[in-house]
């Protein structure tokens, strides 16, 4: 009986930093708990601790890809701590500041459960299905092909790890697209 070899996190993340998608998803696996945990101390504005559990993994993945060990042999572990942390206190600043007001105050983009009420009559459902094609077509309007893209996925419930693999972006990157677009997506549910 052959017995499996748990990898180091230091062996996972040099796997991750060369390329093995195994190793990243390992990682962000084996601290989701950190993760959740340090999101559960913190109150977001306008905001739910699954924003701050999202904003922690983002931090997460970052310390994947960031990480390098110290001749002081700082641990992995110790190192995506600190990025978790920072990365949701910086969340919670941002979200109190005052220029953000509209985001805060905002409606949320995430509407997937809406369109999809148990209970409904078949007229509510065709309204509702209706609704969301018009939504749809209003966003394609609005939005950048890439924006588009992001946001559905978003909408649909990927995380923002999920939509970094799906499209090879970064997270930053992913995360400035679905900033922009609540904005954009603001403006339309006003009208």
């Not at 998608?21 to 993760?35: C, S």
């Not at 572990?77 to 953000?100: E, G, M, P, Q, W």
């Amino acid at each position: 009986m052959s017995k499996t070899v748990k990898k180091t996190d230091e062996e996972l993340v040099e796997s991750a930093q060369s390329g093995d998608k195994q190793a990243t998803e390992e990682l962000l696996l084996r601290y989701a708990g950190l993760v959740r945990g340090c999101a559960r101390g913190f109150f977001l504005m306008g905001g739910e601790t699954e924003d701050l559990i999202q904003e922690g993994m983002i931090g997460l993945y970052h310390s994947i890809v960031d990480y390098r060990k110290k001749e002081d042999g700082r641990s992995f572990k110790n190192f995506a701590y600190l990025c978790v942390s920072r990365r949701i206190i910086d969340a919670v600043k941002t979200s109190a500041r005052k220029k953000n007001a509209p985001l805060n105050n905002g409606v949320s983009i995430l509407v997937a459960d809406d369109w999809t009420e148990p209970g409904l009559s078949p007229e509510d459902l065709l309204i509702l299905n209706d609704d969301r094609r018009e939504f749809k077509q209003k966003m394609s309007r609005v939005l950048s092909d890439f924006e588009f893209k992001v946001t559905t996925m978003y909408m649909d419930g990927m995380t923002c790890v999920e939509i970094c693999d799906a499209t090879g972006k970064s997270a930053k990157s992913v995360d400035n697209a679905i900033q922009r677009s609540k904005k954009k997506l603001q403006e339309i549910i006003k009208k």
